[in-house]
């Protein structure tokens, strides 16, 4: 089965409510390991629109039984991060898309209001809280400004529509720690 048919069989999964299904997990697994330069992207209907990697070889764990035990008390959601349950004893690291221009790897983006109301809901936490983002001027000062300890970091590139590898300026925040 090609690419696009595992993405096609992927975004039918998700049109019709089976997102959450084990299958439905295969098939993200298998779409983002063999995706271009690993990326994760879907189109504003909510569906996978990422082209096929350029791989010699692509390793996959086929075998999961080594991170049951690790991951048993876990709890693996998808959704609006305001509406998790943060309980006494998490933590929470938070990754959003990157503060750039393009802000479109899901159905609705992720645009700056979206960046400013996850760095207070972080904020409001009583729980130890890392997150990470492109070091721009307005995420530092989001930041620093609601109290997190901030530090730039050089972050290789992985991902890059025109093959520029040059590490990046990433931002790591981080509060209760």
């Given at each position: 089965?090609?690419?696009?048919?595992?993405?096609?069989?992927?975004?039918?999964?998700i049109?019709?409510?089976?997102?959450?299904?084990?299958?439905?997990?295969?098939?993200?697994?298998?779409?983002?390991?063999?995706?271009?330069?690993?990326?994760?992207?879907?189109?504003?209907?909510?569906?996978?629109?990422?082209?096929?990697?350029?791989?010699?070889?692509?390793?996959?764990?086929?075998?999961?039984?080594?991170?049951?035990?690790?991951?048993?008390?876990?709890?693996?959601?998808?959704?609006?991060?305001?509406?998790?349950?943060?309980?006494?004893?998490?933590?929470?690291?938070?990754?959003?898309?990157?503060?750039?221009?393009f802000?479109?790897?899901?159905?609705?983006?992720?645009?700056?209001?979206?960046q400013?109301?996850?760095?207070?809901?972080?904020?409001?936490?009583?729980?130890?809280?890392?997150?990470?983002?492109?070091?721009?001027?307005?995420?530092?000062?989001?930041?620093?400004?609601?109290?997190?300890?901030?530090?730039i970091?050089?972050?290789?590139?992985?991902?890059?529509?025109?093959?520029?590898?040059?590490?990046?300026?990433?931002?790591?925040?981080?509060?209760?720690?």
């Open positions: 089965m090609t690419i696009t048919k595992r993405a096609d069989a992927s975004n039918s999964l049109g019709s409510g089976c997102a959450g299904s084990k299958e439905a997990a295969g098939l993200f697994y298998y779409l983002n390991r063999t995706g271009y330069n690993g990326l994760c992207r879907f189109n504003s209907k909510g569906e996978f629109n990422v082209p096929y990697g350029r791989y010699k070889t692509i390793n996959y764990v086929r075998d999961f039984t080594d991170y049951a035990e690790l991951i048993s008390r876990w709890t693996f959601v998808c959704g609006d991060f305001a509406a998790l349950e943060i309980l006494d004893g998490d933590f929470v690291y938070a990754d959003p898309p990157y503060d750039v221009e802000t479109a790897y899901s159905k609705g983006g992720f645009g700056f209001d979206e400013v109301r996850l760095a207070h809901w972080l904020a409001d936490l009583d729980v130890p809280v890392i997150a990470s983002n492109q070091a721009t001027a307005r995420i530092l000062e989001l930041y620093a400004g609601l109290g997190f300890d901030v530090r970091l050089d972050a290789p590139r992985r991902i890059s529509c025109t093959g520029d590898r040059t590490p990046a300026k990433e931002m790591l925040a981080t509060r209760r720690l």
